[in-house]
């Protein structure tokens, strides 16, 4: 157990005495996953809301799909936007391959799904007799769905924070699209793979408990806002 | 006997006051769900300065023709006439000029005061009328000390209260109100209804109340639509509607206390002697004090019928002698609709008694009813 300990030990110290490569490869994890995330909530929220107000069958039908995104594994993302910016891919002029842009791309596709799915169960959870409601007091249609996308900003919360947490902790597919660069691509979880391929456990460790910090404060985020949501209104 | 047809015209005649000029018109409206009519009215008219009750069992389609006459489902066939234009589901002047209550007060999160201001705002009001009014409103419904507080704080009767004060501060043309008092308590009901009563009242708007229950109905409505299986089966004032109702359906449903309108002239303890409305006059039990408005309201079987000339040992102070002007069985009852000197009154009696009196409709009879028969209720 010697090796955990010192291991722990060794991290906690290149935590506090804020050690550069370390809390820039925080930094840069940071930005580039809350980019993807807010990509994430500008098209997963309307995608969201749209599949919920769909009739029952065509509702079905659009969950399974958005579900699906969910089990997006990273790798195969990784893949597919690695050829979509590759010199012969579509978008291979842009020559954004082995850029943060690349990977705000692919953990966008990750996170996306995640927001548009929580969206989909808030939204659906408001009832409909809301929107009626608003429309029997003379709001317009789009006011008066704004109200029910507006009652379920707690679940949109929850959804954009889940996607964040996703998008942070995933390796295959900004490994696969940013490469692991020095100082330009290289965020937590890859610097982790790098670390502990090198036998520097504790830069591995240290980066490890700044993400666990991360997914704690997520989660602390989606849980303070599911349990405040007042629900007896509606009724 | 008050058919359809003729609550229909009695009711057009009434509405030849300018004061209760029609402001919504339905006309052979239909309204199916999966191939199934669930709503199917020839005629319904909303006028201005009335409360039109539409009474009648869950399922019946009230709320379905609330809905369409709010503008707010399209109907599968039939005219909408609003200000005499016709006009489609959503139509955008419709809905301005209208609010609705919808059976739950379906709140959005924030404080009351934003659920409030809600439609003023869409409206384009400017910020200070906005206040004023909200302001103005939840004095008069009593909970302009909530104006702050949270919706998720408030108890069931108080978020109803805001539900009602929310479409209220509009100052809208037409009212509609679907069951707004479902799944109250009872203490809290009758003060709610209070309410209702006092905010309809005060102003000279159109009042489509939607609801399954009669002393509701009764209580607010200047007209009684009475729904069953998605059509209206009969139309009338209360009284018509609670003296003869038209099926037997509408016999159940209009409960079993009928009520006389007047003005108290004495009151002694819990005596009181009232001058009614129709020029009669009765003697009735009733904490009430003189000169206030009241109702009275009496049970049909605490009527008791005899044979004109034939004492009947009775200790009733009502006696008048009155005239069989209809009859109509439901099973084994007889409804009698008697007309005497100064009201009208409905006693109920067994088919046997009737043909052992050797009644029939323009007999003349002594109708008794005990005061202690007769309570007495303040209206507002």
Redesign the interface.
């Known amino acids: 157990m010697d090796l955990f300990r010192d291991t722990f030990r060794e991290a906690a110290v290149l935590i506090a005495s804020g050690d550069l490569y370390t809390w820039r490869t925080a930094l840069l994890s940071l930005r580039i996953s809350a980019a993807a995330a807010i990509l994430g909530f500008i098209v997963g929220v309307p995608v969201g809301t749209a599949v919920a107000l769909w009739g029952p069958r065509a509702r079905t039908w659009g969950a399974a799909f958005v579900n699906t995104g969910l089990a997006f594994p990273p790798v195969v993302v990784g893949l597919f936007v690695y050829m979509l910016l590759s010199r012969r891919g579509p978008l291979g002029e842009l020559e954004l391959l082995f850029t943060p842009a690349a990977m705000i791309l692919a953990q966008f596709i990750l996170a996306g799904p995640y927001v548009a799915a929580i969206t989909l169960a808030g939204v659906q959870q408001v ?1 409909a ?2 929107r ?10 789009w ?1 008066a769905l704004w ?1 029910q996308v ?2 379920a900003r707690g679940a949109i919360l929850a959804g954009v924070a889940a996607g964040f947490g996703a998008a942070i902790s995933e390796v295959g597919a900004v490994m696969i699209v940013g490469g692991n660069i020095l100082e330009e691509t290289r965020v937590l979880t890859t610097a982790i793979v790098l670390e502990t391929r090198r036998g520097q456990f504790a830069r591995a460790m240290a980066m490890g408990l700044i993400l666990l910090a991360i997914a704690f404060a997520v989660n602390v985020a989606i849980a303070h806002w599911q349990q405040r ?2 629900r ?4 | 006997m008050t058919t359809p047809e003729a609550g229909a015209a009695a009711s057009a005649e009434a509405g030849s006051s300018p004061a209760h000029e029609t402001i919504l018109r339905g006309e052979a409206l239909v309204r199916r769900y999966g191939g199934v009519p669930v709503a199917s009215v020839d005629r319904i008219e909303v006028r201005s300065g009335e409360v039109l009750a539409l009474l009648g069992p869950n399922g019946a389609g009230k709320s379905t023709l609330l ?1 369409i006459l ?1 503008g ?1 489902e399209r109907p599968d066939a039939g005219r909408l006439v609003f200000r005499g234009r016709e006009v489609r589901a ?1 139509d955008a002047e419709l ?2 000029a ?3 209550v ?1 059976q ?6 924030g404080r009351v005061r934003d659920n409030v201001e ?2 003023l705002k ?2 384009g009001v400017a910020p200070e009328e906005r206040r004023r009014r909200t302001q103005a409103i939840l004095d008069l419904l009593g909970i302009a000390a909530l104006a702050d507080a ?3 704080t ?1 108890s069931g009767g108080e ?1 109803r209260r805001v539900a009602l004060a ?2 209220l501060v ?1 100052e809208p043309q037409v009212l ?1 109100l679907d069951e707004p008092t479902a799944d109250l308590d009872v203490s809290i009901h009758r003060r709610f209804i209070e309410d209702v009563e006092r905010a309809v009242r005060r102003s000279r708007r159109a009042v489509l109340l939607v609801t399954h229950l009669a002393p509701e109905a009764f209580a607010l409505g200047d007209r009684i639509a009475v729904m069953e299986c998605g059509r209206i089966v009969q139309e009338g004032t209360p009284e018509e509607i609670f003296e003869m109702p038209a099926t037997e359906f509408a016999a159940s449903f209009t409960g079993a206390e009928f009520l006389l309108r007047g003005r108290v002239r004495h009151a002694e303890g819990e005596t009181v002697w009232v001058d009614l409305d129709t020029g009669g006059s009765l003697e009735a039990r009733g904490r009430v004090a003189t000169g206030a408005a009241v109702r009275v309201a009496y049970r049909p079987e605490d009527v008791v019928i005899t044979v004109s000339g034939v004492e009947a040992r009775s200790s009733a102070r009502n006696r008048f002698e009155m005239r069989i002007a209809a009859a109509r069985a439901y099973g084994s009852f007889v409804r009698l609709r008697l007309t005497g000197p100064g009201l009208t009154l409905v006693a109920l009696i067994t088919r046997h008694a009737m043909e052992d009196l050797g009644l029939r409709v323009s007999s003349i009879v002594t109708a008794q009813v005990k005061a202690t028969a007769l309570h007495t209720f303040e209206t507002f």
């Not at chain 2, 739950?104 to 999160?109: D, K, V």
């Open positions: 009832p007799d809301l009626l409601q608003a429309m029997g007091l003379g709001a317009s249609r006011r109200l507006r009652e949501q007042p007896r209104i509606w009724t | 809905r709010a707010l959503r809905r301005r209208s609010a609705c919808f739950r007060p379906y709140l959005w999160s809600f439609g869409a409206r949270p919706v998720s408030l978020a929310r479409a509009l509609f």
